[in-house]
């Protein structure tokens, strides 16, 4: 098997005889696939089979890191334009495929690939344990590339855009789907964003990769490149057996993002309307014509991603807190606070942040204020406060960046700029990679280097004017070095310096311990859910002041728990999905509406917290979801035969559960849309049987009992 892709398999024999037989075989054992009946509804497999011989080019291309195989020829040509013409069921032999220019088959062996070389890293940590298919969100990037010639491709140019290419799909965590040679018109890469692992924000993830893809054409003018992005549920997990397996995602989601790149021109750039819908808070669109495609009744909305906005605007006004924004006001006026608020996914950490900077601004606070992110690397979050403040873009030269640090500084004078300027060569090549004539950077040991990195961060913070608020935002996504960095920096600049410098935090659960000096007066808050008045204000702010419809109400009231987002994220979804519409004065249900409707960014923001997990860990609670929103230890424990103590205790930590009962180990999920996403992500036919096995386990458990537990049976 040369490739598997997504729905078309390509298999190269060296016997044409063997291949023809092969050819008849499947399309016999295909009849067996016929009229699959399942609970959803009754299936039919067809097939399709082009048989062409000839000769063509096999490349590999990319590193070690991540490596595919590239092939190129008249035949493959061939074979996708008369796949579109055939019926199902059919074999077309279409002969031997001349070619024209045929050079030898070169296989680059230059180049130290291994086969671990063609599986991403994402995957080869969990490669081995994967052993549901799940249900999932996620973003398939389509990549056409033209321009070069099929029969006798320049390697050196395709081999370093595809070097490229992974340079960026690295930096936004994608992951290299396949590279489809199949076509009629140069190749297909398929990227995919949200699995094996979601990250939480893929889909925004795959439009900034998109737009830094489409970026790169300038170094290829020899090439064409067209950009789609489509985003939404698909069936993903391993398919095959122990001789040959592959991680896949299939679904209609991959299709039309695959279609849509179809009906672009070279360099263009379009994303759907779930994209658009789930992106464009951060991102400025331009909407397009809509296009027919195959496969869809529908026509297909576009957008253009035209540029990532500068700040997000929120549209709705803020509520309640007011507590907490007393207690964070009054300590940071004190000032030579550590503040850190502490909450769960979108309960409203930046947006009390946004808040309390409004108003401390307006107290003439110096605000340096960064985010951390997975994408980030150590110090990254460092690098972004002096990056802010002295007005460096990312796309500025060394010298441009070295210029407008120089000008900034020139506006500060004292001796704490001066003890900055002695560390800014050490510095800037750390942080931004800038080279200073005379820098003795070369010569100093990693340690020093640190020690003299995390003096310069320091210096730069002090040096400004006070009252100082450092505020980091999305604590928990900082490297093991910030930690160790924030606390050595609030511990100089709360204890020793004698300017007014307050630290604000903010973080998800998080397992690490973020410790601060004893001295150091720290407040700690955990923002909580809204209250029930509250999330009335909120959905009636959100609704345009319009109610919703009494049932629905109190339905989102249970799923979403008072989480803010969970409820801005529910309406939107249902209003874009023409789920809820305003009827005299009122929201009611279309009936469209299911009550299983999941918002798709819920989905991942959850499901991101999932795959931090081991996978041990995972399928104990995926096991846990299936009990119901409350599970006991030892049910989990009898059903996975083996000791899963410390495992629940992980998932406890990382707030994904929490105890209802610690003398009998009972747990809860921590929030009843976790269960949720993960009962959801199970596939149906897994469910139901673990559906039983639980049943059972139960049953055998508490047999001599089985009233008092009976909310357990399902
Ligand atoms: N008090 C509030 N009043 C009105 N809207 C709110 C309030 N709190 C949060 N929201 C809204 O809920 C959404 C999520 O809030 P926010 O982004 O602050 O969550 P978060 O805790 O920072 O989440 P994350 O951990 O994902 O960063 C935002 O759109 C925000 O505007
Ligand atoms: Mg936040």
Redesign the pocket.
Known sequence: MLKFIGDAILVKFTDRKKAQKCSNELIDKNKEFKNLKTSFKTFSISIKIVLASGKWKEFILGSEKRADIFLSGNIFRAIAENEKNIETDVIKDIGIIPSTKYLQDKIKVNKLITPLSFLPIDLLSIASEISFGEHRPVSCLFIKVTGYEIENPDFDILDNFFLNLMEIVEKYQGFLQLTDNVQSEGCKIFILFGAPVSYGNDVFRAVQSGIEIMNIQEKYKSLSIAVSINSGYVFAGMIGDERRRKYTVIGDVVNTASRLVDTLNPGEIVVSKDVYRLTSRYMEYKKIDSVKVKGKEQEVERYIPEEIKDQII?E??????NEEREIIINNLVKGNRFIYIK??????????IDEIEKEIVLKDFTIIRAKAESLKQAYGIFAEMIQKMSGIEESDSGEEKKNKLQNYLNKFSGEIKKHFILILPILGKILFNIDYQESIYNQLSPEIRKENLLDGIRYFIEMHIEPICVVI??FHFSKNEDIEALNFLSRTLILLSKKKISFFI?S?PDSRELTTDKKIDRVEIE?EP?CEK?VEK?IL?ILGGKPLENDLYNLLLSRTSGN??YI?QFLLYMIEKNLIVLKDDSWIRCSAYREDDLPESLFS?ILARIDQLQEKIKQSIRLASIVGIEFKEDIIEKIMERNVHLELQSAENEGIIDFKNRLELEYIFSHSLIREVIYESILNENRKILHRLVGQIIEDIYKTNIHSNSPFLL
């Open positions: 929120y709705y006004s803020f509520i309640g807190r909450g769960d996914a979108g309960i409203g950490k930046t947006r009390l935002d999305d903010s998800r923002l809204l509250l909120l702010n803010p987002l801005e923001i």
